[in-house]
């Protein structure tokens, strides 16, 4: 009978464990069908359409999203926060942090324990011992734990808020320096066909003699150098237009949507830059977030320094003998008081400490460096585009003039383009300089709706995220 009992404990134990465990599904690599995907991104348009009418306005969300007519700047940002690879990963591993958060501060399993003895002598009964353990955390451990996984879950979303941030920065620079490379390309192949005009009437003054071969000759080379930096134009535009599409996670077919356009800025002005730069900006924010993560560790391994209880009980039989078990057991702090596991949650709180200001003092520099750029690369774009282009364009016209009187000059004629040229050249630089300096202002000051990041005090929720891809 005893025998008996025994059997139907351990199988009731074994079933319940088997109930409460999962089970393996196996999840195979399938690249064929992510590659099918990949190239109908833009023909099944629909999640990115519901994705861009859930951003908010700080988010800089286009109006209306809609691609029939081309893809512009603000739409490529929605497309980019949506099917962007590295922000897939980032939420993927932001994912993993809110498992672990859900999963933490969890009791541990109970013990369960059985042993057996079958005597050989033929009138010895059958002996044995059923007994369960249970841990009660009294230490207030599991909530610290909870705490600190909480903690690890907000760094992973600010890194994740901080990942979009910096895509939308380097997907508005790379949109101007796309666009300024597809205008390169048509500046320089006008420069080959005001050259190549100049080369004709060149061709017609040596054969009345009026300039010599050598003159000639000059002109050729430069319209030989203008055809090889022409071809070099050509590569730049299509190495920025593939790093345009792979920030937007598009297929290269996709590049015939673009629409050339240099992206709006809009900086706010802001009375204290250093106190919005505290608040808002998106790398301090994880460092914030780590921080407080290395002081809920530091709480943790000073909890660690008080016991919980493990008490157990069960039932036995020995000789006939039936008898009903209990245990307690309690760990005693006297000797090592988890002191090597404090003092290194101590020095790790010091270099998240020091991570956050050294990179606060890093920002201060970089935002003021900014600044200045912008200043500096405003009034050069000023300057050209008001006195030294009009002044270019000025001087094209009279020498227009003077080829209509019959007097033609091939050195002045091919030096008046070639600075033309330059000067338009110079001028699509700044233009993008300028604007790559407003970004980094941006950049580096923050989104408005990144205000007041610290998660100190603050309840861990999944509102921070942004949905994309999966």
């Given amino acids: 009978m005893n025998f008996k009992l025994s059997g139907s404990v351990c199988f009731l134990a074994l079933v319940f ?53 081309g893809i512009t700047s603000s739409e490529g940002e929605v497309i980019a926060l949506f ?58 451990r599991l909530k610290v734990e909870k705490s600190r996984a909480g903690t690890e879950y907000e760094a992973q979303l600010r890194e994740l808020v901080d990942a979009e941030w ?15 490379a597809s205008m390169q390309v048509e500046l320089i192949n006008d420069v080959i066909e005001q050259l190549d005009r100049i080369n004709q009437i060149a061709n017609t003054l040596i054969e009345a003699g009026e300039i010599n071969r050598v003159e000639h000759r000059l002109l050729q080379v430069e319209l030989a150098n203008n055809e090889v930096e022409a071809t070099e134009a050509t590569l730049t535009l299509l190495q920025a ?7 937007m996670g598009l297929p290269p077919d996709s590049a015939k949507l673009l629409i050339q356009e240099f992206p709006s800025v809009e900086l706010v002005t802001v ?28 709480r943790l ?15 036995g039989s020995e000789f006939n003998d039936h008898r009903v078990l209990f245990g307690l057991s309690i760990p005693l702090s006297i000797w090592n008081r988890n002191q090597a596991g404090i003092a290194n949650a101590r020095t790790l709180r010091e270099v998240a400490r020091a991570e956050a200001e050294t990179t606060f003092a890093r920002l ?6 900014a600044n200045t750029t912008l200043l500096v690369k405003q009034t050069q774009h000023s300057y050209f585009e008001d006195e030294i282009v009009p002044m270019l364009q000025e001087q094209t016209r009279d020498i227009e003039k003077i080829v ?6 091939t050195f002045i004629l091919l030096e008046t383009v070639t600075r033309q040229h330059e000067a338009k050249r110079r001028l699509l630089e700044l233009q993008v300089a300028e604007l790559d300096a407003a970004i980094t202002v941006h950049r580096i000051l923050g989104p408005e709706y990144q205000m007041n990041p610290s998660p100190i005090n603050r309840e861990i929720t999944t509102k921070d995220t942004l949905g994309g891809v999966q």
């Fill in 17 to 69: 464990f088997i109930v409460g465990c999962q089970s393996y599904e196996p999840s195979p690599l399938d690249i064929g069908s992510y590659r099918n995907s990949l190239e109908t991104r833009l023909i099944d348009i629909e999640p990115v359409s519901s994705f861009a009418n859930r951003l908010s306005v700080d988010n800089n969300a286009p109006d209306k999203f809609s691609i029939i007519d």
């Fill in 83 to 140: 099917y962007n690879p590295e922000l897939r990963i980032a939420r993927l591993k932001a994912g993993v942090a809110l498992t672990q958060f859900e999963t933490a501060g969890l009791w541990q399993d109970p013990v369960f324990g059985f042993d057996g003895a079958e005597i050989s002598s033929p009138s010895a009964p059958f002996q044995f011992g059923v007994m369960g353990t249970l841990t009660i955390p009294i230490s207030g």
């Fill in 166 to 180: 910096n895509l939308r920065a380097e997907l508005r620079s790379g949109w101007a320096h796309w666009t300024a």
């Fill in 241 to 247: 237009e593939i790093e345009l599409l792979k920030l």
């Fill in 271 to 298: 009375e204290d830059e250093t106190a919005r730069l505290i608040d808002a900006n998106t790398e301090l924010a994880i460092l914030f977030a780590k921080y407080q993560t290395a002081e809920e560790t530091l």
């Fill in 301 to 315: 391994e000073i909890k660690k320094q008080y016991p919980d209880i493990v008490i157990g009980s069960g039932y």
């Fill in 364 to 369: 201060f520099r970089e935002l003021a460096l």
């Fill in 404 to 409: 209509e009187l019959g007097e033609v000059d």
